[in-house]
């Protein structure tokens, strides 16, 4: 077998569906580019249409095949509606991505329920409910990855917390429970955990040229992190190649996490 045939077998997406959550910009718009180059059929689901517009103008123009849904995540009714239109385009999804999310941190003592519950909603319930509509079918046919993404602060308090680092606390614990409901029957479910990336959902920090740097110096490689640096993750848990891994935090963070 040729190195080629062999790392198409292993990582290959042809043949699959994905469906990627918060796909038109940041982290999630470099994963579903990923997915979609390695051969799967994507669907973006994003809130900003121009945006969900031109990811797909320029995958498509790539050779890609990606369709989009824009919809608001925010209500259970808008998640249902996202997921059955996400189907009617290529199917019931191999791959489900969930990169969808809001970061409202205002100081715990100004953290009210509107700000609470918004943050639930996104980035903790909108992937639960997904998760609900797929991970079934993907057990039933023996093959199925989900994949979300989280953050440092799934882990440790900083800049803030708040909200935002417990709904992303409580998805890392969402992934174990579907890896342990759905993983016997062929479901790997895991989370990528990024240090600090400079991305539209960081734009308060991204400007501040101080505290980009000190961030950069906390990690062990120089330098915070970029959305490419998800492609290659995300494509080896979307693929076979990690078929013995489920119910984990991956942190891609250079380091960040360690140091």
Same mark, same amino acid.
Request: proline content about 3%; overall charge negative.
């Given at each position: 077998?040729? @190195?080629?045939?062999?790392?198409?077998?292993?990582? =290959?997406?042809?043949?699959?569906?994905?469906?990627?959550?918060?796909? @038109? %910009?940041?982290?999630? +718009?470099?994963?579903?580019?990923?997915?979609? +180059?390695?051969?799967?059929? !994507?669907?973006?689901?994003? +809130?900003?249409?121009?945006?969900? &517009?031109?990811?797909?103008?320029?995958?498509?123009?790539?050779? #890609?095949?990606?369709?989009?849904?824009?919809?608001?995540?925010?209500?259970?009714?808008?998640?249902?509606?996202?997921?059955?239109?996400?189907?009617?385009a290529f199917g019931e999804p191999d791959i489900l991505v969930n990169?969808?999310?809001?970061?409202?941190?205002?100081?715990?003592?100004?953290?009210?329920?509107?700000?609470?519950?918004?943050?639930?909603?996104?980035?903790?319930?909108?992937?639960?409910?997904?998760?609900? +509509?797929?991970?079934?079918?993907?057990?039933?046919?023996?093959?199925?990855?989900?994949?979300?993404?989280?953050?440092?602060?799934?882990?440790?308090?900083?800049?803030?917390?708040?909200?935002?680092?417990? =709904?992303?606390?409580?998805?890392?614990?969402?992934?174990? %429970?579907?890896?342990?409901?759905? =993983?016997?029957?062929?479901?790997? #479910?895991?989370?990528?955990? $990024?240090?600090?990336?400079?991305? $539209?959902?960081? &734009?308060?920090? @991204?400007?501040?040229?101080?505290?980009?740097?000190?961030?950069?110096?906390?990690?062990?490689?120089?330098?915070?992190?970029?959305?490419?640096?998800?492609?290659?993750?995300? !494509?080896?848990?979307?693929?076979?190649?990690? !078929?013995?891994?489920?119910?984990?935090?991956?942190?891609?963070?250079?380091?960040? %996490?360690?140091?």
């Amino acid at each position: 077998m040729t @190195s080629q045939a062999y790392l198409s077998e292993l990582f =290959s997406l042809d043949d699959r569906v994905a469906v990627v959550t918060g796909g @038109s %910009s940041g982290i999630g +718009r470099a994963i579903a580019g990923a997915l979609a +180059r390695a051969g799967a059929s !994507v669907v973006i689901v994003a +809130r900003r249409e121009a945006e969900l &517009a031109a990811t797909v103008d320029e995958l498509t123009a790539d050779g #890609c095949r990606v369709a989009r849904v824009s919809a608001d995540l925010s209500t259970r009714d808008g998640v249902r509606a996202a997921a059955e239109e996400a189907v009617r385009a290529f199917g019931e999804p191999d791959i489900l991505v969930n990169s969808a999310g809001i970061n409202l941190r205002p100081p715990m003592g100004e953290l009210d329920e509107a700000t609470w519950d918004a943050t639930m909603a996104v980035n903790l319930e909108a992937p639960y409910l997904l998760g609900q +509509r797929f991970g079934p079918g993907m057990a039933e046919r023996g093959f199925g990855r989900i994949i979300h993404i989280t953050s440092q602060q799934a882990h440790r308090a900083f800049v803030q917390s708040g909200a935002y680092g417990v =709904s992303k606390g409580a998805l890392e614990s969402l992934a174990r %429970s579907q890896a342990e409901a759905w =993983s016997p029957y062929g479901v790997t #479910c895991n989370t990528l955990v $990024p240090g600090f990336v400079a991305t $539209p959902l960081n &734009a308060r920090l @991204s400007s501040d040229p101080e505290r980009m740097a000190a961030l950069a110096a906390r990690t062990l490689t120089g330098r915070n992190g970029l959305a490419e640096d998800f492609e290659g993750a995300a !494509v080896f848990l979307a693929s076979r190649a990690s !078929v013995y891994v489920t119910g984990q935090a991956i942190f891609v963070d250079g380091g960040l %996490s360690v140091h």
